[in-house]
């Protein structure tokens, strides 16, 4: 079944991805950069979002951090309802938001729309866990590696 490629203006498209997912609906949409290698590669992976009940350590989330600026990265802490995303490509770089921000969160990756991985499973929070927990030095020249030869 082909379908068809719409690209729209990030405020735009994802504030009605918010609003689709507030109504109860599964949202399907396409991912672009590198701030969330190697579990998500831009332009290659889409991922699957649901409004979730409640999100945790570990959730990948869609958050709006300002309005019309919204960031698809995990989350790194929870205190009270304050929330620190970082992306797994990212070294240093952490954002803040608060729970009521988070317009959903990915429950599948899906490569090169074949492929579904499912990220509800203790085999895929363990592996996200053992990157996320891994020393900075390790994740460093790990994703320079990747970033060359870009693993599929």
């Known amino acids: 079944m082909k379908t068809n490629k719409i690209v729209l203006p990030n405020a735009i498209m994802l504030g009605e991805v918010s609003r689709f997912l507030d109504e109860g609906r599964s949202v399907i949409i396409a ?7 190697p ?6 992976d ?7 009940p409640g999100v945790e350590v570990g959730d990948i989330v869609l958050c709006q951090l300002t309005p019309g600026h919204y960031v698809l990265h995990r989350i790194k ?4 309802q304050n929330i620190t995303l970082k992306g797994d490509g990212n070294l240093d770089g952490t954002e803040h938001c608060t729970v009521n921000d ?3 969160t990915v429950v599948a990756i ?3 729309g074949e492929k579904r991985i499912d ?9 996200s866990r053992s990157w996320v927990n891994a020393p900075r030095i390790v994740r460093r020249y ?8 870009k693993i599929l």
Do not use: H, N, Q, W
């Not at 579990?39 to 290659?44: A, K, L």
């Not at 990220?119 to 592996?127: A, E, G, L, M, V």
């Not at 790990?142 to 030869?149: C, D, F, K, P, V």
């Open 46 to 52: 889409s991922v699957e979002l649901l409004k979730m």
């Open 102 to 104: 988070v317009c959903g």
């Open 39 to 44: 579990f998500i590669r831009g332009e290659r």
């Open 110 to 112: 899906l490569r090169k």
């Open 77 to 80: 802490a929870i205190d009270g």
């Open 31 to 37: 991912t672009k950069g590198a701030s969330m290698s």
């Open 119 to 127: 990220c509800t499973t203790p085999c895929f929070k363990r592996r």
């Open 142 to 149: 790990a994703l320079g590696i990747y970033r060359r030869i």
